[in-house]
Nanobody, 124 residues
Framework: VQLQASGGGLVQAGGSLRLSCVAS????????MGWFRQAPGKEREFVAA????????HYADSVKGRFTISRDNAKRTVYLQMNNVEPKDTAVYYC??????????????????WGQGTQVTVSS
């Protein structure tokens, strides 16, 4: 499956942003989806994941209560709604796909398709 992320930009602390990731190629609803991020000089880290049906989600502690992952299988799109953003949320955000025959995962190597990334910058 091919992934295209978008929606990044510059936002003030306390503001909101919604990222989108559109899939093409294989059947989108066969995949769990995840969002990861990578800040300058740091390793890529897990942010959120959602099952193929949208029935279950999982979040990193750092974003729990502020970010919401959702999906629309008819539109082949996964979203990351980012509320009350903080300067520490500044990073390149990547979407990723994992076959739905497995469980949700937080480790990068468990995802086999990646989008190109979209930059999110939060100003203080």
């Amino acid at each position: 499956v091919q992934l295209q992320a978008s929606g990044g930009g510059l936002v003030q602390a306390g503001g909101s942003l919604r990222l989108s990731c559109v899939a093409s190629g294989r059947t989108f609803s066969n995949y769990h989806m995840g969002w990861f991020r990578q800040a300058p000089g740091k390793e890529r880290e897990f942010v959120a994941a959602i099952t193929w049906s949208g029935g279950s989600t999982h979040y990193a502690d750092s974003v729990k209560g502020r970010f919401t992952i959702s999906r629309d299988n008819a539109k082949r799109t996964v979203y990351l709604q980012m509320n009350n953003v903080e300067p520490k949320d500044t990073a390149v955000y990547y979407c990723a796909a994992r076959p739905g025959t497995y469980g949700l995962a937080t480790m990068m190597h468990m995802y086999d398709s990646w989008g190109q990334g979209t930059q999110v910058t939060v100003s203080s």
